[in-house]
């Protein structure tokens, strides 16, 4: 049900764009990375691997965490709010790794921080990219993905971006894009502080769109909250299916958000 008083969008908002980070997959079980019950916290030698110059000694750790993820997300995902997003039919810039948005139905979807459900080769010069199955272990083996790239004979690994490591250049492009294009530009269940990925909104904001940030817990930093100039502390599982059944004129809830 709609709260009284928060905001919605309406028939002007033609480009929707949506931002999205960990908080929106945390309902499946993924969780999130940053602050004390994040990954990087709880598994510290976790993060450690997460290091690009660490490899290819890190290779069975990375195997072991981003399989395991793409495992949590294909089993237990997508969210009502992927879900919503999707049938909203808007394009989204994400942070995350786990496919949910395309797996929603999302046709136009920027993948900033790569794929947990792809593997590439070791060698960045190399254009050797594969679906993996996930499994459990730390072999690629164990993910349907051959330990060797069979363009060039490298070690394989998962097509996600690790710390030290430039964002793709493709996907940063298309969400510069996006953000510049919107006339609604929202974000959910990211922090908003690291970047590049920060200074979406902002670019979207000076483009002219408003700019809305959904999250259960917004960050009290001001600077980031001018950045927005409607800040919903709620469940976007709540708030997002709400949006998307008013701009439809559908009521009650629908069969598709099973969570």
Do not use: Y
């Not at 709609?2 to 079980?29: C, D, K, M, N, Y």
């Not at 993924?30 to 602050?35: K, M, N, Y």
């Not at 272990?137 to 971006?161: F, I, L, M, N, Y």
């Not at 030290?164 to 298309?174: I, S, T």
């Amino acid at each position: 049900m709609t709260t009284p008083g928060r905001f919605v969008p309406g028939p002007q908002h033609e480009e929707i764009v949506f931002l999205t980070g960990s908080g929106i997959s945390a309902r499946t079980g993924l969780g999130t990375f940053r602050g004390p019950d994040g990954l990087w916290a709880l598994e510290p030698e976790t993060e450690q691997a997460m290091h690009a110059e660490l490899l290819p000694d890190t290779l069975p750790r990375l195997w072991s965490v981003w399989a395991r993820m793409a495992r949590i997300a294909t089993e237990h995902g997508p969210t009502p709010g992927h879900r919503a997003i999707a049938r909203l039919g808007a394009p989204v810039i994400t942070q995350n790794i786990d496919g949910l948005h395309q797996a929603a139905g999302s046709e136009v979807v920027a993948e900033l921080h790569g794929s947990a459900l792809h593997a590439r080769c070791l060698d960045p010069e190399c254009p050797w990219r594969g679906r993996l199955r996930p499994g459990t272990g730390p072999r690629p083996e164990d993910h349907g993905v051959p330990a060797s790239c069979p363009v060039c004979g490298a070690p394989t690994r998962p097509a996600v971006v690790l710390f030290d490591e430039m964002l793709p250049v493709d996907a940063l492009e298309l969400g510069m894009r996006l953000a510049q294009r919107a006339d609604l530009f929202v974000a959910v269940g990211t922090s908003g502080t690291v970047f590049p990925a920060a200074q979406l909104a902002p670019v979207a904001k000076a483009h002219g769109a408003t700019t809305v940030l959904v999250d259960t817990a917004p960050p009290p930093d001001p600077s980031v909250r001018a950045v927005f100039d409607h800040v919903i502390a709620e469940d976007a599982h709540e708030v997002l299916p709400d949006w998307e059944r008013g701009l439809h004129r559908v009521g009650g809830s629908s069969f598709l958000d099973p969570f």
